[in-house]
């Protein structure tokens, strides 16, 4: 129900910053919280960090005082701010957002996907 458009990822050198970005579809009222899961070949997709719709971040601890997300309610996007990144970082992201519907929690949404890689 609920679409995402996500941006932002590329290739950058360790130390670099990257910033992505990931749009919602309907409104406010639509979404609960929103982030970012990352996976890489091989590996289980992971949640990275959060924002609920109160602006209550939560982060992996492989990424704390590294990333930062935050959200522009009035674009109905949220951001994940990614600095001094590691290869270990590689991987494709993920936006997510939580659906509701009607008030009630309708499901899980999500985006296409951005590939962010990180040289050593």
């Known amino acids: 129900q609920v679409r995402l458009v996500e941006s932002g990822g590329g290739l950058v050198q360790a130390g670099g910053s990257l910033r992505l970005s990931c749009v919602h579809s309907g409104t406010n009222f639509d979404v609960g919280a929103m982030g970012w899961y990352r996976q890489a070949p091989g590996k289980q997709r992971e949640l990275v960090a959060t924002?609920?719709?109160?602006?209550?971040?939560q982060y992996a601890e492989s990424v704390k005082g590294r990333f930062t997300i935050f959200r522009d309610f009035s674009k109905y996007t949220a951001y994940l701010q990614m600095d001094s990144l590691k290869p270990e970082d590689t991987a494709v992201y993920f936006c997510y957002a939580e659906g509701y519907k009607y008030g009630a929690r309708e499901g899980d949404n999500w985006g296409q996907g951005t590939q962010v890689t990180v040289s050593s």
């Open positions: 924002m609920s719709s109160g602006g209550n971040p």
